[in-house]
């Protein structure tokens, strides 16, 4: 097993592989930017290295990254999601240096981080793709013919998109017109590359994700199933599994399908395959992201499994703990993204200093963080602060815990999605476990309508008014 890991990332999912290690017995190192020196990554690691002054430059720079951890004597590198994760470049530098990247091999990176290359295997795979563009779309005139046979509303979408990013619908020539340039514009600045392809936009559509890991000697297992249906303009803001909108039949089904098309990629490491399952009930792929997922919690929670651990097991040529007969799931899981945003304004970003902060707790309920009290959250990174994760036995008992558990966090200094959660779970349609990825969107009122909540600062500002006003 490892000695030492270099974590060549920040924030939360920094803290999750810094406790995965501790529970293996590895030295844990982190690295920071000026921005980051109070973070808490910093102060979980067993060491932590200043890697720039600059906050974003240090965590990109893949060559400045593994050059660090070789003279630190570091013998693997866990690159998190974001940043370098989806990067090539990281594995190909650690090998240079003789360090286990801990993830699937560039290659696999590469072909899956092309979205029209994925389709293809996809497809070679016998797995079912959207109906869509082959390969990059040359020019707004071909999009155009393209769109009149497959039929709108279509997807424009960067070949090299992630994150939500770089993902139009056209409802007819128009607006294919309008927007082809746009698009491709925004992926080269996004993702560094222009290309454009399309795919029919499947008409209120779940997102249906399905976990997977294998290791170096031929076993590879999936855990199941996430729904992540609750999107915001293609980001996902609650995460559950397994799906409640799915029937054991069609989990097999959407299962086999991811273990198919990471056999015929010869994938290894932790993995997780996308799917759109349309209003007839048939399951889409959409792409592979070959790295960690940020909603990997729901399934650790349903399957008691450490998928840290396993991902680190299976770099350092160990088998996987487990084999497919032996895993089970239990219950269900959901996350919520605790973002610094308001709900109210267009969740906009609301960074700032944490004046008080209380992880909920109680049977059930796991937070993966990076906040304090007093921490001053930085405007150069994702909102996402903290990701609350709860656990029961039923759907019903899941969604009155997940409502207990929003209530009890403290977090006051700043705005958060908390509140707008609590009102998606007061929905019907939630309730009944029936929703799609437009929800969100179709619910403009459950983020208006979302109440102050009483805090402390709160009751102790109206105690002092009520002092004031009494003349006391
Ligand atoms: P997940 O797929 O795990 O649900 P997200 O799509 O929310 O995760 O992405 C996780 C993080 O990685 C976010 O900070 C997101 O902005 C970033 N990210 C994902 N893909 C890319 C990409 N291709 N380029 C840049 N950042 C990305
Ligand atoms: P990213 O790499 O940014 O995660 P994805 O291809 O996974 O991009 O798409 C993100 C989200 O965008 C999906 O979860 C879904 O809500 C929406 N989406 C993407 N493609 C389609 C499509 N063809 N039809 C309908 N919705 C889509
Ligand atoms: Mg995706």
């Given amino acids: 097993m490892f000695r030492k890991m270099l974590i060549a990332n920040r924030g939360e999912i920094a803290v999750r592989v810094v406790r995965a290690c501790a529970e293996m017995g590895i030295r844990s190192m982190a690295i920071y930017s000026d921005a980051d020196k109070n973070a808490l990554h910093v102060k979980k690691a067993d060491e932590a290295y200043r890697i720039s002054a600059h906050p974003l430059n240090g965590y990109l720079n893949?060559?400045?990254?593994?050059?660090?951890?070789?003279?630190?004597?570091?013998?693997?590198?866990?690159?998190?999601?974001?940043?370098?994760?989806?990067?090539?470049?990281?594995?190909?530098?650690?090998?240079?240096?003789?360090?286990?990247?801990?993830?699937?091999?560039?290659?696999?990176?590469?072909?899956?981080g092309d979205k029209v290359a994925a389709r293809a295997l996809a497809e070679t795979a016998g797995v079912p793709v959207v109906p869509g563009s082959k390969g990059a779309l040359v020019n707004v005139n071909e999009a155009v013919k393209l769109a009149e046979r497959i039929g709108y509303p279509v997807m424009l979408k960067a070949v090299g998109g992630g994150g939500g990013r770089?993902?139009?619908?056209?409802?007819?020539?128009?607006?294919?017109?309008?927007?082809?340039?746009?698009?491709?514009?925004?992926?080269?600045?996004?993702?560094?590359?222009?290309?454009?392809?399309?795919?029919?936009?499947?008409?209120?559509?779940?997102?249906?994700?399905?976990?997977?890991?294998?290791?170096?000697?031929?076993?590879?297992?999936?855990?199941?199933?996430?729904?992540?249906?609750?999107?915001?303009?293609?980001?996902?803001?609650?995460?559950?599994?397994?799906?409640?909108?799915?029937?054991?039949k069609e989990r097999e089904e959407v299962c086999s399908y991811?273990?198919?098309?990471?056999?015929?990629?010869?994938?290894?490491?932790?993995?997780?395959?996308e799917f759109l399952l349309d209003e007839d009930r048939r399951f889409y792929f959409m792409e592979m992201n070959t790295r960690l997922q940020v909603e990997h919690t729901v399934t650790e929670q349903i399957t008691g499994l450490d998928i840290v651990q396993e991902q680190i097991r299976v770099a350092a040529g160990e088998p996987l703990s487990v084999r497919q007969k032996d895993i089970h799931h239990r219950g269900y899981a959901m996350q919520f993204r605790i973002n610094a945003e308001d709900p109210r304004n267009d969740f906009i970003p609301s960074f700032g200093r944490i004046t008080r902060y209380y992880a909920?707790?109680?049977?059930?309920?796991?937070?993966?963080?990076?906040?304090?009290?007093?921490?001053?959250?930085?405007?150069?990174?994702?909102?996402?602060c903290a990701k609350l994760t709860v656990w029961a036995l039923s759907w019903e008992a899941l969604v009155a815990r997940g409502q207990r558990a929003l209530a009890d966090i403290v977090m006051t200094g700043i705005k958060t999605t908390i509140p707008y959660y609590q009102q998606i779970l007061k929905h019907n349609d939630f309730r009944r476990g029936d929703f799609d990825t437009g929800f969100v969107a179709a619910h403009p009122e459950l983020a208006n309508v979302a109440p102050l909540r009483r805090t402390e600062d709160e009751a102790l500002a109206i105690a002092a008014a009520l002092v004031c006003h009494a003349g006391m």
């Avoid at 003279?71 to 360090?99: K, M, N, Q, T």
């Avoid at 997977?212 to 000697?217: M, R, V, W």
């Avoid at 991811?258 to 395959?273: E, F, K, M, R």
């Fill in 62 to 112: 893949a060559d400045k990254i593994t050059s660090l951890a070789a003279a630190l004597g570091c013998d693997a590198v866990h690159p998190g999601y974001g940043f370098l994760s989806e990067s090539p470049l990281l594995p190909r530098y650690c090998a240079r240096h003789g360090i286990k990247f801990v993830g699937p091999s560039a290659q696999s990176i590469e072909r899956m």
């Fill in 166 to 248: 770089g993902i139009r619908r056209c409802d007819n020539s128009d607006e294919v017109r309008h927007s082809f340039d746009r698009a491709s514009s925004e992926a080269r600045k996004a993702f560094g590359r222009a290309d454009v392809f399309m795919e029919k936009c499947v008409v209120n559509p779940r997102h249906i994700e399905v976990q997977i890991i294998a290791d170096g000697s031929g076993n590879i297992v999936h855990l199941f199933e996430r729904d992540c249906s609750i999107q915001r303009r293609n980001q996902k803001l609650i995460e559950i599994a397994p799906s409640p909108q799915l029937t054991e």
């Fill in 258 to 273: 991811a273990i198919q098309l990471a056999l015929s990629a010869d994938y290894q490491n932790a993995g997780t395959v």
């Fill in 360 to 384: 909920p707790g109680g049977p059930g309920v796991r937070t993966d963080g990076a906040i304090y009290t007093g921490y001053v959250i930085p405007p150069y990174y994702d909102s996402m």
